[in-house]
Each structure stands twice: as C-alpha cells, then as structure tokens.
C-alpha cells in the first residue's frame, strides 16, 4: 500500500482541522436544530446587486479578467473606502481583487514571510491565520487576550511578544468571535512599537461596517502607519455576498504587486460575475449596509440581555455579528458545553478554543439568525443551564 505520510507535506500534516467543522458535523444529522454556529449574515443579497450578476452573465461577460481585477472594480474599492472610512488608494497600483477576503490575508502574510518569521496572531481569532503562517514557513505566535480588556491588544502584550524574528502583527478587528474593537486610541498605542521594529500590520477588516455606537478606524488611518499596513476586506460580510467569494487588499504599492504576482500564478483573477455584482455594490450598497446593521444591532441588544438573564457573564460586543459569553459558570468545558447543548437543546454554537487556547470557557455565538431563532435558542439555553445546576 502507499506509504501517504512520507508523501504528504509535514507541514500539512501539522495543521489541525478546524475545531469549528466538529459542530457542523453534528448539526448535519440532526432536525430542528437551531444554529448559532455559522458566521454568515442571514439576509439575501439584495436583489440589485445580484441583478448586476445576472445582467453580466446575459451579456457573455465570462471572460478573465485583469489580475489584479477590473479597474471598475478596483475604481470603486477605492471610492467606497474614501467615503466610508477616509482611506486613500489608486486603483492602479495599491488595490487586488481577491477569492474572498481570506485569499487576501493568504496573499499578505505569504509575500512577506520567509522561513521561521514570526507572525503575531491576537487570540481568539479566526481560525485561519495561524494556518496560513505556517503554510508560509512562518511561526505563527498567540497573543493571548482577555475579556477583563474586552479582548483589544494593549501595548505591553504586544512589546511582550516583539522579537527580533517578528515580522508582521496580524489585526483582526472588529473581532471574529468575541465582538470586540479596537479604538483609534487603542492602535494609536501601538505605533512606537510597531514603527520601531517595522512591524507590517495585516488589518483584517471584514467586519469594518458592523460597529455599534462607534466608527471603525483602521490602522491604515494613523499617517505613520499607512505605509505599513495591509488593509483586507471584502463583500460578503457587509453586503451579504458570502458564496459570491469577492474580497480585496489594500496597502503600499510594493507590497501590492508582490500579493498581485502570487495571485496571478495562484489564482489568475477573481470570479467575473462577482467583479460585476461588487460594482454595483459598492456604488448603490450604502443603504443595504445601514438597513442590515441596523437589524444586526437589535439582534445584538437582545441576546446579550438574555445570555445575562440567564446567569451567563457576556461583554458587550461592539463589532461583528457574535456574542462571546464566558461559559465557566456552568463547570463545563467549551466543548463539553456546546457539544451538550446541540445533543440535548439542539443549539449549535461553536466553543471557544477553537479559535485559540484563551478562548477557553467562552463559546461563540452568532446572532445573524432571525429573532424568532434567536427566540427559541435563548428558551433552550435557558432548559441547559437550568438542567446542569440541578444535576
């Protein structure tokens, strides 16, 4: 028989599966589950932007496109992030049009790293950045956070990470899965360290329109840092387009064509369709933004209100669409705690470490799901824990 282990990759084999996928495996087999799991907006993408998909595909328009993407596109990445965040890009040179916001973070940390250059993640945090460092000969280093700091990055746990090996500090906020942000304040704290060491910031920024009672700043706004900051975003989180797998990056030229070469012999260029449907999006989308956080802060409001109600301790989150509640008041692990709620209330949420040792004892939620879902889990929540306490 084949011998597969001395032909895969030690550093494929290395990685662990997504602690994520567990739950969904469950949920898979089951009926009338209700799912808190999946971190994708709930609403359709509104109709005219995929009316702008289906008018390209009448037209024939199913050709490649340019690498780096239509200029069209690229034309109104750099609109939209002048009018919504007061960030400055040419569509020429400082813009790629990505499969997803994640090929984007793929390209960022891939053009910089060499082998053994550390890659600082702060955690919990999506699950792919660590991964990808590795894939890149990196070393990817946690920056464990805390809920006591409503999980932002201070300066002293980023100087206690800095070594002469570091290389990039990744930015993931708003966070995917505590919720949490960082203020310009709070970046602004950051920048000796970062300017010292010539620290590239890869700024994940996907949920970049879903903040409540506050206005995202990105790192890319501080002047010193603009040179080296990567901005990452995409459609699919602001303008529901998650299965349109349209994202792009931003930042200096230098490093933009060096993403854009490895993007070329990857991937040659995004899907056509979406680079159409983005146009539209970007032009006319503004109101479909406001229209959906403004239902996502309800959504909000309520649960996190309820998760209280129930004896279960929950920061407020200010970014994203979840809920991070610390779970340790129930003396269940993250696991044990979500694996029990999906078999015996059939609720998913996902645990907490999957997305890094220091989310131990929380679990995520996501409250892109309807009210009335939202609703009926919070019932079920509310038979779990009332079970355990008296058992």
């Keep these: 028989m084949m011998d597969y282990d001395s032909v895969l990759s030690r550093r494929v084999r290395d990685i662990k599966p997504s602690g ?26 509104p109709w005219h932007i995929r009316d702008a998909g289906i008018w390209s595909l009448e037209k024939g328009f199913t050709k490649y496109t340019s690498n780096a993407g239509m200029t069209d596109v690229r034309r109104e990445i750099c609109r939209y992030l002048e009018r919504r965040f007061d960030l400055r890009y040419s569509p020429e040179d400082q813009v790629v049009v990505t499969v997803g916001g994640s090929e984007a973070i793929d390209l960022a940390i891939r053009c910089i790293t060499d082998p053994g250059d550390e890659i600082l993640i702060p955690e919990p945090s999506f699950v792919c950045y660590g991964p990808i460092a590795s894939l890149a000969s990196g070393v990817p280093v946690a920056i464990p956070l805390t809920a006591d700091n409503e999980f932002r990055l201070s300066p002293e746990q980023l100087a206690a990470a800095v070594t002469p090996k570091t290389k990039a500090l990744v930015l993931p906020y708003p966070s995917n899965p505590t919720g949490g942000i960082m203020e310009r304040e709070d970046l602004e704290k950051l920048v000796p360290i970062l300017k010292e060491r010539g620290i590239i910031v890869i700024s994940d920024e996907i949920y970049a329109e879903l903040t409540y009672g506050r206005h995202h700043v990105s790192m890319a706004n501080i002047p010193e840092m603009y040179e080296q900051t990567i901005v990452v975003n995409g459609m699919s989180k602001c303008y529901s387009m998650t299965g349109w797998r349209l994202g792009y990056a931003c930042g200096p030229r230098e490093l933009i064509s060096q993403m854009t070469k490895i993007h070329q012999y990857a991937i040659m260029s995004a899907p056509t369709t979406s680079q159409y449907a983005a146009v539209e999006a970007l032009k006319n989308g503004d109101g479909d933004i406001e229209a959906m956080k403004e239902e996502y802060d309800g959504r909000r409001r309520y649960l996190v209100s309820g998760l209280r109600a129930l004896g279960l301790d929950c920061f407020e989150p200010r970014g994203a669409f979840y809920v991070f509640p610390c779970i340790r008041s129930t003396g269940l692990s993250s696991e044990e705690f979500c694996e029990r709620l999906l078999v015996e209330q059939k609720v998913a949420c996902i645990a907490g470490n999957a ?5 131990e ?3 995520r939620m996501c409250y892109a799901a309807s009210m009335q879902d939202l609703e009926e889990a919070l019932r079920r929540i509310g038979l779990f824990v009332e079970s355990l306490k008296q058992r």
């Design 361 to 363: 004892g929380f679990v």
């Design 20 to 45: 994520i996928r567990k739950f969904f495996d469950i949920l898979e087999n089951m009926t009338d589950a209700i799912s808190l799991g999946v971190g994708e907006p709930d609403f359709q993408t």
């Design 355 to 359: 997305f890094g040792e220091s989310g």
